[in-house]
């Protein structure tokens, strides 16, 4: 297939889809006015409270250990204060800035080898065997701890297996042009060894760490070591098993398909496991000029334009056109073969894209699983409920596009503690993941919100005119649609959620939205709401961003039920802005220079120390600093008050918007921890047990270069890391970095 090249050249890795369905927002507000006052009073009574605390050190060895006749006698240590750092100004350096105190070093990074026998990487586009190294654009993470002896592990701290997405890679007009040696083929077709080297750059990685005196190193021949690409054979599991929707020619049973794509969040059950989320895969999937007619415009079209998939869409990076092998002609979604049911072509690949995978870090032999219950959509991160035996673990997810949705999962099964460390972790995923409800939030202007079951079951679902839902597989394989079908609140963009451990509430990062306007027009644009209140313009040099360039958190607060409520309350914990925003309309958090941030991303508690680490992904404010991560201690939903937003309209009329915001930010509440080298996202965390080590991922430094500068480094937008003394070659590289303090102490003390 050729397509005029003017068609596939500049593919945005940011130009996200955009959910133009016409539900409403706050236009229709039908609850009976709730009182906020005695919703706020729903207590988490099932939930466990306690903070996980840090390790307890006993004074003596333990059952076998010499016991020392004297103990040591050493001064009492102080009492840890969290946030007690002081913030790291903005910066535009290229280079990573922590607090006075932190050490930073770069630990795994783009292409370094995973096996013994896998040469070092050169960095100047020749390498190869990327399934035997680091993948690109390091993303969402977890730790997972390992004993001496190399068993699974939930407190050691000083060995374990970080578990890495590698989401995407750094592209102009199709190519990944850092991994190619002269930039790559920026013409259709791409050349076969090109396809081969960039599909292997994608998914996910398993990689062992270990501290061997106070460094931290990747062990290269690690037997766990283990990457997942964009080719890997993946189980599909749950309520779309076997689906009619499922049936290629790899899988003409509809259970298998292969790889995942566009990893971005993570999560980590209460079982041990990974999971990963497969984000903006759509943009990969080719499909013919007259592929609508071909498939007799059934209903597949309106389900491939609402997962942004057109007939003759441009693809990412054309590896449609590698050769004609079954593993380049998979990237081809057009209706090609003459069965009934499309096993004789990849009519229906798309369709095993768009998951929560399930991966067993510790068992390189286990395939991963698909969880398909917990829906079809552009996944970030995948959250869990504080687990209360006896009650259901709730999953909370986000679907990363403009005015796309925030859903949850509820398991069929009640949490039993005897899980947390099975025998078999994959079939207890089976157990939880695989029976159960799927959710969609509705957000009302007075603070209150219901959880809305998406299953044929709601006659809204099973009579909704603009696609017929054939069985439940369909309604999760099309979240989106049946989201739309029941009136789901559009959102800025939801990101990463967490729940925070001490009160089981859930944030929210919602990033920005561009398509957020005081005078909306077309289906793709929309007025300012309640839960999504800001619409305004902020000034990058002479450019204009407007919208909700800054974004927001948003958090809420599950009703009676808990993990399994179907209504909650909300607020906005902290708007994003630039401190000099107008206090009144823009800088609501009241951020000072200490704090003042754009486009929060990831976002995740760490269960250790409590502290909610915000980090962004920003281009809004990039004019002034590079990307960041901040600490925080929040407080609950509620915890400050009303204020109403008034807008003018084109019209004349005067838009008035009811918003909640959180207590305002504060200097022992919310400082900013670290800023990224230039061009950099700042992405992806994960904590060792004692909190005294924390890994963050440095994604796409550079990433601004033009390919016409390739060779001359000195034209890279960032050279990091070799210019921190970091491996070879000065192509910019995403890469997992360390941080631990010097005083041994917790990470955000
Ligand atoms: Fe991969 Fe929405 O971030
Ligand atoms: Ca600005
Ligand atoms: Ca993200
Ligand atoms: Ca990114």
């Known amino acids: 297939m050729n397509k005029p090249n003017d068609l596939l050249c500049h593919v945005d890795a940011d130009d996200i889809d955009c959910n133009d369905s016409p539900n409403d927002h706050f236009n229709t507000i039908l609850n009976a006015r709730l009182s906020r006052r005695s919703l706020l009073r729903g207590s988490f009574a099932s939930a466990a409270t306690a903070v996980l605390g840090a390790t ?34 903005k910066s535009l350096a290229d280079t990573v800035v922590v607090p006075a105190g932190y050490t930073a070093t770069v630990l795994y990074a783009l292409g370094d080898p995973l096996s013994a026998t896998t040469p070092a990487f050169k960095n100047d586009g020749t390498d190869g065997d990327f399934e035997q190294r680091a993948g690109d654009h390091h993303d969402g993470m977890e730790f997972f701890g390992l004993t001496a002896a190399g068993t699974p592990s939930t407190s050691s701290s000083d060995r374990g297996l970080l578990a890495i997405n590698h989401e995407a890679t750094t592209d102009e007009q199709l190519s990944s042009f850092f991994l190619h040696p002269t930039g790559g083929t920026t013409t259709l077709p791409r050349p076969a060894a090109e396809v081969d080297k960039e599909v292997a750059l994608h998914g996910v990685a398993i990689v062992e760490v270990k501290k061997s005196g106070s460094a931290w190193q990747y062990v290269k021949e690690s037997p766990f070591n283990r990457r997942l690409t964009a ?51 759509s943009g990969y999937f080719a499909r013919g000029a007259d592929d609508d007619a071909a498939r007799g415009n059934d209903k597949s079209v309106v389900a491939l334009k609402r997962y942004g998939r057109s007939q003759g869409a441009r693809t990412r990076h054309g590896w449609e056109t590698g050769g004609s092998d079954d593993k380049y002609a998979r990237w081809n979604n057009s209706k090609l073969g003459a069965s009934a049911n499309g096993s004789d072509d990849y009519r229906n690949e798309m369709n095993g894209m768009g998951y929560i995978v399930e991966i067993d870090p510790y068992d390189k032999a286990r395939t991963a699983r698909k969880r398909t219950g917990l829906g079809r959509f552009a996944h970030e991160s995948a959250a869990f409920s504080v687990p209360a035996a006896g009650q259901p673990l709730a999953v909370y997810m986000g679907d990363d596009s403009r005015n796309e949705y925030i859903y949850k999962w509820v398991s069929a099964a009640a949490w039993s503690a005897q899980d947390a460390a099975p ?74 959620c967490s729940v925070n451990p001490k009160n089981g509430e859930v944030y929210y990062s919602l990033t920005n939205n561009s398509n957020r306007t005081v005078n909306p027009s077309g289906s793709s644009q929309l007025a300012p709401d309640s839960a999504n209140p800001r619409a305004y313009t902020d000034m990058k040099g002479t450019s204009a961003q407007n919208g909700n360039p800054n974004g927001h958190i948003l958090r809420m607060k599950e009703g009676a039920g808990a993990a399994q409520a179907t209504s909650f309350t909300w607020d906005v914990y902290l708007f994003g802005a630039e401190a000099s925003a107008d206090a009144g309309k823009v800088n609501l958090s ?11 991303d990831g976002l995740a508690f760490s269960p250790y120390t409590g502290i909610c680490w915000i980090q962004t992904d920003d281009g809004a404010y990039t004019d002034v600093t590079n990307c960041m ?46 800023v990224g080298p230039v061009g ?60 631990t303090k010097n005083d041994g102490g917790r990470i955000g003390s």
Not at 62 to 86: C, H, R, T
Not at 437 to 463: F, H, P, R
Not at 694 to 699: E, K, L, S, T
């Open 590 to 600: 009241n951020l000072t220079a200490d704090q003042d941030f754009s486009s929060p």
């Open 423 to 496: 025998a078999d972790r994959l079939a207890t995923g089976d157990k939880y993941l695989d029976n159960g409800k799927l959710y969609v939030a509705k957000l009302n202007a007075d603070g209150s919100g219901q959880w809305i079951e998406l299953s044929l079951a709601n006659a809204a679902i099973a009579a909704y005119a603009a696609y017929k839902f054939a069985d439940q597989g369909d309604v999760v394989v099309n979240a989106r649609l049946a989201a739309d079908a029941v009136g789901a609140t559009k959102m800025d963009r939801p990101e990463w």
């Open 231 to 281: 080719l890997s054979d993946m189980e599909l599991s749950g309520p779309a098993r076997g689906n009619a929707l499922l049936v290629t020619k790899y899988s003409p049973t509809g259970v298998r398909t292969r790889g995942t794509l566009n990893n971005c969040g993570t999560g980590k059950t209460p079982w041990g496991t990974f999971l990963t989320g497969e984000e903006n895969w």
């Open 680 to 739: 950099s996202e700042i992405t992806g965390i994960a904590e060792t047990p004692d909190g005294k080590t924390m890994f963050v991922n440095i994604q796409h430094p550079g990433e601004n270069t033009s390919q016409a500068n390739l060779a001359d480094p000195s034209k890279y937008t960032s050279q990091w890391p070799s210019n921190a003394g970091y491996g070879a070659g000065k192509r910019p590289r995403s890469a997992t970095i360390v941080i």
């Open 56 to 89: 307890g050190l006993s004074a003596c060895g333990g059952d076998n250990g010499p016991i020392d006749p004297v103990p040591p006698v050493s001064p009492a240590p102080a009492p840890e204060k969290l946030l007690a750092f002081s913030a790291v100004s």
């Open 629 to 674: 991560m901040l600490a925080a201690i929040p407080g609950q939903v509620g915890d400050g008050g009303k204020v109403t937003l008034n807008y003018a309209q084109a019209s004349g009329a005067t838009l008035a918007v009811d918003t909640f915001v959180g207590k305002k930010a504060a200097p022992d509440t919310l400082k900013r921890f670290l």
